[in-house]
């Protein structure tokens, strides 16, 4: 334990990855392909809330804000928050944009307060779960979530499927469906299914960046394991699809991510 506490403070020294990545990479970041499917992505958010827009609504690692301001536009109320300043930067400029008001913050989503005041929490698109360093990390990350929900309410994110990288090359999945970098080298560790790799990509300046990523892989019997211990239940694991989350769609080694659905009791 002491050494999980030092560890944690000594990492927070240290400017990680996607921390560089995301400090000049808020309109790069709005280019990427997988942006598109936001709408259709919010559709299914709405589905499991039934369309009840009394329920306040949380987006954890919220980037640029692009589910938030989706379900804003739609008439829901958001609170969100992101590490990145330059993505909350970004954010605030869409949401005036678009004419919704959301309550946005800048917060570290494995140390953020909020006590029983919402009915839903979304993190999606690998916002910060499986980019943390350990496992204790990414553990903390659902506790204040849970911590956050009322009774009652429900937690929907996304994560990299563990089964993914045992029957595909992640290198080659990133540079066919990445369009604004390359994934150079990737290393799958099977001990402690974190994928490493040297990503080259360039900012909002025109600048290369040049960063050695690592991200964790989640089977869903972990994930089942870690929502249990933070409290949850319910819990329903299903196969992602850009733009068209779905519960109908069973999870394969074939699909890159995975869609998560908890309740708090």
Known sequence: MKYHIFETQYNAFIMQWYEHLFKNYACQYENESYVTGTPGEVDFIEQEIKSDKTVGILDIGCGTGRHAIELAGRGYQLTAFDLSAAML????????????????????ARRFR?????????MLCEGSFPLMETDEMNFAILQHIFR???PGGKLIFTTLNGLFPLFH??????NEHGNLGSSKVNTFDLMTFRDYSEFETTDDDGQTLHLQCNERYYVPSEINWLLSSA????????????????????LTPDHFE???IAEKP
Not at 114 to 121: H, P, S, T
Request: glycine share 8%; proline share 0%; aromatic share 12%.
């Open 89 to 108: 930067r970004k954010a605030r400029a869409n949401a005036r944009q678009k004419g919704v008001h959301i309550d946005f913050y800048r917060k570290d």
């Open 231 to 250: 409290g949850f239940t319910n819990i329903s694991i299903h196969g992602c699809t850009l733009g068209a989350y779905s519960r109908n769609e069973v």
């Open 258 to 260: 995975m869609i998560v």
């Open 169 to 174: 090359s992640v290198k080659d999945f990133l």
């Open 148 to 150: 956050a929900l009322q």
């Open 114 to 122: 909020f006590k029983k005041q919402f009915g839903l929490a979304i």
